[in-house]
């Protein structure tokens, strides 16, 4: 099973996800993004860091690189797609996942540890999860504060698309109905602020995301 990391200038966490997804069982294959074509590849990942800089709008120059035309196409064939931290600010973005990714409330980078709770186990993502279940994954982010208008947030709801929630007693970032993660309309496409990749191994204090990137391999 192979897995297409995209890697931006600026981003920084492609070496954690490779290694999370080589625990897991895949091979890792670094994908420029400059790159007009993608490896065969049965799951493409945009990892975190600050792509561009974080200049205009993070995500936002990053989903116009070359690779992106070939994600989006990848996408629609029905490949999983996974995108955390900026990768979901550039999935959003992107178009693939609804939604925008603005300044935490504090106005502050937000870098700890923090409790998430699964809303939603159907996807290919999270089948190893419980509805209910809380994790602890770390964040490392300034711009996590995820909003949408009305429509946005009832088609989710009602698409049952809110895959992962913020359950600390603290506000972590200001998200609307403290949304950390959400999928597309055929459950493929899966972005989160948080990362479930420095959460593999006992040495970082939790190995609370190994079942994600499990789950993804198994179904890919």
């Given at each position: 099973?192979?897995?297409?990391?995209?890697?931006?200038?600026?981003?920084?966490?492609?070496?954690?996800?490779?290694?999370?997804?080589?625990?897991?069982?895949?091979?890792?294959?670094?994908?420029?993004?400059?790159?007009?074509?993608?490896?065969?590849?049965?799951?493409?990942?945009?990892?975190?860091?600050?792509?561009?800089?974080?200049?205009?709008?993070?995500?936002?120059?990053?989903?116009?690189?070359?690779?992106?035309?070939?994600?989006?196409?990848?996408?629609?064939?029905?490949?999983?797609v996974l995108g955390m931290c900026n990768g979901f600010q550039i999935l959003c973005e992107a178009g693939l996942l609804p939604?925008?990714?603005?300044?935490?409330?504090?106005?502050?980078?937000?870098?700890?540890?923090?409790?998430l709770e699964v809303a939603a186990t159907d996807t290919p993502f999270t089948r190893r999860y419980t509805v209910g279940q809380?994790?602890?994954?770390?964040?490392?982010?300034?711009?996590?504060?995820?909003?949408?208008?009305?429509?946005?947030?009832?088609?989710?709801?009602?698409?049952?698309?809110?895959?992962?929630?913020?359950?600390?007693?603290?506000?972590?970032?200001?998200?609307?109905?403290?949304?950390?993660?959400?999928?597309?309309?055929?459950?493929?496409?899966?972005?989160?602020?948080?990362?479930?990749?420095?959460?593999?191994?006992?040495?970082?204090?939790?190995?609370?995301?190994?079942?994600?990137?499990?789950?993804?391999?198994?179904?890919?």
């Amino acid at each position: 099973m192979r897995a297409a990391i995209v890697v931006f200038p600026g981003t920084n966490r492609e070496r954690d996800a490779a290694r999370a997804l080589a625990r897991a069982g895949a091979t890792p294959v670094m994908v420029w993004h400059k790159d007009t074509d993608l490896p065969p590849a049965d799951l493409i990942v945009l990892p975190g860091g600050f792509a561009f800089g974080d200049y205009l709008r993070t995500g936002a120059i990053a989903a116009h690189s070359p690779v992106m035309r070939e994600v989006v196409a990848a996408a629609g064939r029905g490949v999983l797609v996974l995108g955390m931290c900026n990768g979901f600010q550039i999935l959003c973005e992107a178009g693939l996942l609804p939604g925008v990714l603005m300044r935490n409330t504090s106005l502050k980078f937000v870098c700890r540890s923090v409790t998430l709770e699964v809303a939603a186990t159907d996807t290919p993502f999270t089948r190893r999860y419980t509805v209910g279940q809380t994790l602890d994954v770390p964040v490392a982010h300034g711009e996590g504060n995820w909003q949408g208008d009305d429509a946005t947030v009832a088609a989710l709801e009602a698409g049952n698309r809110i895959i992962f929630r913020y359950a600390d007693a603290r506000t972590v970032n200001g998200s609307l109905g403290e949304i950390a993660g959400s999928c597309s309309v055929n459950r493929r496409v899966l972005g989160l602020m948080p990362h479930p990749e420095n959460a593999v191994d006992p040495l970082t204090g939790s190995t609370d995301g190994a079942a994600l990137f499990q789950a993804a391999v198994e179904a890919a």
